[in-house]
């Protein structure tokens, strides 16, 4: 999906880079974070990850195939700023070095694939999982390795469609050739819910396949891995920690790794138990889902000729040229299409800009000061006291 | 690292997008590679801002484009054999702007056995040539200059540190990520790759988890190296010094030469009225 020079018109890409830049500055500083210190090396290395995971193709229909975009996996492995700045790099690196995506088209490209795709991810995700929290708590358990694969899944599923969604609406506002906009969203959507089966399918093996061997890895579990730190101690010695087996090391002196190690695990329990979104937001989140949703569904079951309009146009119904020379292509412009397209695309900018807010929301949540009650030993360098 | 992925079963799964090559055409020299990456980098996205700005009536100023770019690339001494293949990314949008033609609105016109839509026939040729400018520009960029320089050339253009930083670990590293990948792909393979498909693409989504721990963990040593180091959480900045006025003006010539024509051309008014309903 990554969109070329051209698309979009000069206006539009412009404003869709002026929107992609704001987002990518407020998710490096709620990256920070999510990442601790020092969090450039974690945050590259997750951005080569995702740049690899993204090599992984999958069968589509019939001859075409979809690639990972990643955007799902990035929000349950590192959390959604950090998803946001992994998805912007790779997109940056592969417009500039893999001339993958126009220059123009890069803030179209960050907006549609790092900011909607991984909000509406984000949404679906931790809604899920806050929402099979609240019941785990009620049996007495937090919630297991299946439902945290399951919500990956969930967003990964979601996230797809609204993303091609959301190109569609772009291109209504600023595309370069006049395409009836219900043809045009039948035929992106269509083909992205097929890719969003394979992307929820490959998203729930990789959080599965980490969960089994690094649980702590995945920020979507609450369990998020301590990051590397650094302490200087009043001798001037510097403590080194990693997360690596859960063991401490040190530079220098070294006493006082034990107790720091012990109050890591304390911290990884406690934040076990902590939920990621309050239960209000979690429920204006599905809400927002189902209304996304429930409008696409009713906008694909209100118009089937549409649909396999588009299939045959497409060809993935199989039918080439035949079908094509005697359809009346030129009613395409329905007017019923068009008021349900207007509809859609209503219904979806409430649910982003909600997504945003919650998106916001979080972040500030999550920035506040803990209670005071609460043990955190976690040793920080001094320069964050900047 | 080599471009094509040997994989003893077919169909492939893995590798078949992204592959960073064992070409590295920036290791030609030409008056392209020896200027400083920032000038290259605002040449290009100037270029395509001008490409993406012509409209359809003034299709002469895009034949310029095309000219220029093509001289730019003789001297920049692309191999074109690796243009081709990375020219391979635009496919996809390729055959959306074949289908222009078909699904476009507005007036038809009969070509042979079809009913096309005039709109849609420009509008899908004028995309289709923007699109092709677009990635020929990028190319010329990739051809010319280093991946580490041109996130050095982002920095100098005062992108904010923290993501140039995010960017230069990125590239150091997306080399020896993807041969993970790809040495995964080969032991996948080696060990009876041969099942149904699901199982196939169940096997390559636990080895992409596995690449995913085997990243952080590569992560936290580094940390930990850089650390013991001296690292306090900033690159130290490239001694190199900024570009001089005549490095700016031989890079930015083709897109300050196509956007003054396409301005004339604008400007005298000979493409009539601009915007009318037509393709923009």
Known sequence: MHVPDGFLGVPTSVATGALAAVALGLALRGSRRELGELGAVRAGLTACFIFAAQMVNFPVAAGTSGHLLGGALAVALVGPWTAVLVMSCVLVVQALVFADGGVTALGTNILLMGVVGVGVATLVSYGVTAILGRRGRAAGRPVGRGGVIAA???????SVPTAAAAFCLL???GGAVPIPLGALTLAMVGTHLLIGVG???????????????????????????TPVTAMTLADGTVVLRSAVGGAASGVGASSGDGASGDGADADVRRRAERPRLGRGAAVIALAATVVVAGGLSLFASTSPDGLEHVAGALGFAGSAVSPLVHTPLADYGIAGLGAVGTTLAGLFGVALTLGLGLLVV????????????????QPRPAEERR | MTTA????????????????????????????????????????????????????????????????????AVIARVPYGWALRRAGVELPFLVFALLMPIVATGERVQVGPLSLSA??????????????LGVGAALVLAASTPPHEIIEGLGR??????LVDVLTHMIRFLDIVADDLRRQGIAQAARGDHRSRMVRLAATAASAGHLFVRCVERGERLQLAMLSRGYRGALPPSGRPAATAGEWGRALALPVVV?????????????????????R
Do not use: M, N, Q
Not at chain 1, 201 to 223: E, H, K, N, S, Y
Not at chain 2, 259 to 279: D, H, N
């Open chain 1, 152 to 158: 990956s899944a969930a967003g990964a599923f979601v």
């Open chain 1, 171 to 173: 291109y209504a506002i």
């Open chain 2, 259 to 279: 956007g003054a024509v396409l301005l004339a051309v604008l400007v005298a008014g000979s493409v009539g009225p601009l915007g009318a309903g037509g393709p």
């Open chain 1, 199 to 225: 992307e929820a399918v490959i998203t729930a093996a990789v959080v599965g396949a980490v969960l089994a061997v690094r649980p702590d890895l995945v920020r979507l579990a609450g369990r998020e891995g």
């Open chain 2, 5 to 72: 992925v040997v994989l003893p079963t077919s169909p492939p799964v893995l590798l078949a997008g992204h592959t960073p090559g064992i070409a590295r055409p920036w290791e030609r020299p030409s008056l392209v590679r020896s200027l400083p990456p920032e000038t290259k980098l605002v040449a290009l996205v100037g270029f395509a801002l001008v490409v993406v700005a012509a409209p359809a009536a003034a299709w002469p100023v895009l034949l310029l484009a095309v000219a220029g770019l093509v001289a730019v």
């Open chain 2, 119 to 132: 709109a849609g026939l420009v509008g899908g040729a004028l995309v289709l040539a923007r699109a092709t």
């Open chain 1, 362 to 377: 979080s972040g500030v949540r999550r920035g506040r000061p803990r209670g005071a009650g609460a043990v955190d030993d």
């Open chain 2, 157 to 162: 253009l005062r992108l904010p540190r923290a």
